[in-house]
């Protein structure tokens, strides 16, 4: 079965830094769009970054552009999210996402509709 397990969140202080990690298995071989989402107690949940296998392109919600970085293992199927110059408002769970893509198909942060979760791994910035 699909599984995709976050790691490496923790509590860290203002301007710290931290990287998350999305080790998956079992997914289909259509699958070519990875993204990281985040939620915060009490509000919405939202996207963060994006990475398309297809092309390898990133992109970036405006408030983490500059600091942090999307990237992938292609070798052991792992994504991961290199955060810098942490702030109090990147406080909260962050979570892995994966889905199909058709060829040409357009990879964005902003599809909260992705076919497979994690279950999300915790981040809190202190300052």
């Known amino acids: 079965q699909v599984q995709l397990v976050e790691s490496g969140g923790g509590s860290v202080q203002t301007g710290g830094s931290l990287t998350l990690s999305c080790a998956a298995s079992?997914?289909?071989?259509?699958?070519?769009?990875w993204a990281w989402f985040r939620q915060a107690p009490g509000k919405e949940r939202e996207g963060v970054a994006s990475?398309?296998?297809?092309?390898?392109?990133?992109e970036y919600t405006d408030s983490v552009k500059g600091r942090f970085i999307m990237s992938q293992d292609k070798t052991k199927n792992t994504v991961f999210l290199q955060m810098h110059s942490l702030e109090p408002e990147d406080t909260g769970q962050y979570y892995c996402?994966?889905?199909?893509?058709?060829?040409?198909?357009?990879?964005?942060?902003?599809?909260?509709?992705?076919?497979?979760w994690g279950k999300g791994t915790l981040v809190t910035i202190s300052s």
């Open positions: 996402a994966a889905d199909p893509r058709p060829i040409g198909g357009r990879c964005h942060y902003g599809d909260y509709g992705m076919q497979y």
């Open positions: 079992g997914l289909p071989r259509s699958v070519a769009c």
């Open positions: 990475l398309s296998t297809a092309d390898y392109t990133t």
